[in-house]
């Protein structure tokens, strides 16, 4: 999602701007002053405090010498005309300890409780120190520049907190005032800055909206805005130009979409026909294609209608020769016996060879049997689609038996791998076709010009499918026929009798009878490897 960029307006940014500006500015000045004034009063109040400390000490002197303690309470009077002293305390220094001991205590009345000695706080008090709402100091009282005393003063600092509270509102309300000042000196700004740009707007508005590019900007009063003026207005003129050559464009493009249409038109009517002799093209093409597909079928069917024949006629052969043999045997027991020169060994070995005989028949009779019921069950299934339960290795072996003809007369090994007593319910006939095509194709194309070669048809169950993985280690197929392999007349054997509808067909039982799918895997030279998957019961 696209986040839109927040604009600001013209009049917004001179307030946020000039206002924040002169703000800040007069917040800093308020601080500046309230400081160096806050500075000034303080460094009064300490060198009035030192000036009187002073003017104490020379006072006091001479009755820290003496060490007349009531004479200076009486005579010291000048403490009650100091301004804003709080306490007084003069510290004599003992001679023999040489630790200051309080001498003389003044404080401004007698509502205020007393304060601690300074006696500890010497050091610290040498510079004046400035507290919450006082300033105290202490000072050396010396006689011979020996020090005989401190001088401690406590001076009220309420005064100054109270004229530097008026200064600091003072200087608030002079910054108001130059707010307020620069406040409406932006908004006239503003207005005279924006007044040509509302002006250049409404012209563009009223210009899109009747879509006249006639419309002219007026002279802007200064310099900048006349420049875009004059820049819209070069605009406007260009515009109407283009829109007049657009226009002309159109007019001439509608007259020739009339001439293209009536060509276009011509064209489709000639179209439709051609269309349609494809179309009826394209029938027979499909027409044909199916006849193929079932001559393919048939052909399929015929070779192993031949090789089955071929089959047949071994045993069929052995049980003619073997009953031939067993009648003329018997033909000439029958003279002996007629003669009344049959022997009993004569019997015998008459018996013995019509047992073989019997035995030779029976067997051969039964093989052509197994060849004719098989055959049958392969001719069914190959000409029905017909669901039925059935045994898949049985299938297999049906399979092989009827290509034994063909496998019998070749180098070539067929290896299964099927569980036992595995029973589905499918269509056996398309299995079949499918099978045989594979076969036939690996025999014919895979192992073409080679004295050997193997092919394996692995079988397995897997949930509610039935996956066939059959490969052969023939010379596998082209890189430029792979892709369309299963595509119908697709073959190598064009001109020599191939029809390239044999994978094709294969493709259309796998998908279409029996709703599976197939893939194809080979490298040339590498064999074949395809899979199969189709659902079953």
């Known amino acids: 999602m696209l986040t839109t960029k927040r604009i600001w307006s ?11 500006s002169i703000s800040l500015l007069a917040i800093a000045s308020i601080a500046i002053l309230s400081q160096q004034q806050a500075n000034s009063y303080n460094m009064l109040a300490a060198n009035n405090i030192k000036y009187w400390a002073n003017v104490l000490t020379d006072e006091s002197r001479d009755y820290l010498v003496n060490s007349e303690r009531q004479a200076l309470s009486n005579n010291l009077s000048i403490s009650k005309i100091i301004p804003n002293l709080n306490y007084l305390h003069i510290y004599q ?7 200051p001991e309080l001498f003389y205590s003044y404080k401004r009345n007698d509502r205020r409780s007393a304060i601690t000695e300074k006696s500890n706080d010497i050091n610290d008090l040498l510079t004046p120190a400035f507290k919450d709402k006082y300033v105290e100091y202490m000072q050396e009282i010396k006689a011979d520049e020996k020090v005989i005393g401190f001088i401690y003063l406590q001076n009220s600092t309420e005064h100054i907190a ?43 508005q ?51 979409s009339h001439e293209l249409e009536h060509k276009i038109n011509k064209r489709t009517e000639a179209l439709k026909e051609s269309n349609q002799d494809l179309l009826s093209t394209l029938e027979k093409l499909h027409q044909f294609q199916s006849q193929l597909v079932e001559s393919e079928k048939m052909a399929s069917l015929g070779d192993m209608v031949a090789g089955v024949a071929h089959e047949v006629n071994t045993p069929i052969g052995l049980g003619v020769t073997a009953s031939t043999l067993l009648a003329d045997r018997l033909e000439e027991i029958k003279l002996a016996f007629e003669d009344k020169t049959l022997k009993s060994s004569q019997l015998k070995r008459f018996l013995n060879e019509g ?81 045989i095509n594979l076969i036939m194709n690996s025999i014919l ?8 070669g193997n092919i394996s048809i692995a079988v397995m169950p897997l949930s509610n499918q039935l996956n066939i993985i059959f490969k052969d280690d023939g010379i596998g197929v082209d890189e430029s026929i792979k892709n369309k392999v299963f595509e119908p007349f697709t073959t190598t054997k064009r001109g020599e009798g191939g029809s390239g509808l044999g994978m094709h ?20 030279n590498q064999g074949v490897n395809i899979e199969i998957n189709f659902p079953i019961n």
């Open 93 to 99: 220094l003992n001679k023999e300890t040489a630790t």
């Open 445 to 452: 194309h895979g192992f073409e010009g080679r004295d050997h």
């Open 10 to 20: 013209i009049r917004r940014i001179f307030l946020f701007s000039i206002i924040g």
């Open 505 to 524: 067909l294969v493709y259309n039982l796998v998908t279409q009878a029996l709703g599976g799918t197939i893939v194809l895997h080979s490298e040339l």
């Open 162 to 204: 109270l004229i530097t509270d008026k200064l600091l509102t003072t200087n608030i309300i002079i910054a108001l005032i130059v707010i307020l000042i620069a406040i409406f000196i932006t908004l006239q700004l503003e207005r005279y800055i924006s007044t040509p740009f509302i002006a250049l707007i409404n012209t563009v």
């Open 355 to 435: 047992s073989e005989n019997v035995a030779i028949i029976y067997r051969n009779l039964n093989r052509a049997a197994d060849l004719i019921s098989s055959f049958k069950k392969v001719a069914v299934d190959q000409s029905s689609e017909e669901v039925r339960t059935f045994e898949v290795k049985e299938l297999l072996t049906e399979v092989l038996l009827t290509l034994r003809p063909q496998l019998n007369c070749l180098p070539y090994v067929v290896d299964i791998d099927c569980p036992n007593g595995l029973s589905i319910t499918s269509k056996p006939g398309p299995i079949n076709q499918i099978l």
């Open 206 to 256: 009223v210009t899109a909206r009747q879509k006249n590019f006639q419309q002219r900007c007026q002279a802007m009063p200064y310099l900048e805005a006349d420049m875009l003026a004059r820049n819209m207005n070069i605009l406007f003129a260009r515009m109407e130009k283009h829109i007049t050559q657009l226009a002309a464009a159109e007019q001439l493009s509608i007259e020739h």
